[in-house]
């Protein structure tokens, strides 16, 4: 006698083979989008497919302390911790909260965006948000030196 448990097996295999491409494809746009993160801040590019020390690498891109990486260990606190090097990771890229938010929500688009994209590294977490579309009109406003830009 036959039982049924009313699960077809038949279109299991190519629905979950398909997931799994998807998955796979998602995952390496992952990797070469950090890689090339990692390359324009002026780390090792290797270093986005090691684990942990991908971490390592990432906070000193942002320019915190390696001990961070223990707070991603304890449970909500590493939520907390994962949104602010987020943004200290779109701050150093010289974006604003905005691309902070697109990294938390479709990390697949903006992660490779970022290293692909025209977006140059400006040091740990902006070191000092230099205007990156016009640097010679920037004057130091805490500098009273600095002569007026030419017209």
């Known amino acids: 006698m036959e039982t049924y448990d009313g699960y077809s097996s038949s279109a299991s295999g190519p629905i979950s083979g398909a997931f799994l491409i998807f998955g796979l494809a998602i995952w390496i746009l992952m990797i070469v989008g950090f ?4 390359v324009k801040a002026g ?3 290797w270093a986005a497919i090691v684990p942990i020390y991908n971490i390592i690498v990432l906070l000193e891109i942002i320019g915190k302390p390696v001990w961070w990486i223990l707070l ?3 449970p909500c606190v590493n939520l907390v911790f994962v949104v602010w090097m987020y943004n ?3 701050k150093s890229f010289g974006q604003s909260e905005g691309f902070t938010i697109g990294l938390l929500l479709l990390p697949f688009v903006f992660f490779p965006l970022l290293g692909f994209g025209n977006y140059p590294y400006l040091g740990p977490a902006g070191a000092g948000m230099v205007n990156r579309f016009n640097d010679s009109d920037y004057r130091d406003p805490f500098n009273n030196n600095t002569p007026p830009p030419q017209v």
């Open 72 to 74: 991603l260990f304890i």
């Open 43 to 45: 780390k090792p590019g």
């Open 35 to 38: 890689w090339k993160i990692f």
């Open 88 to 90: 200290l990771l779109s």
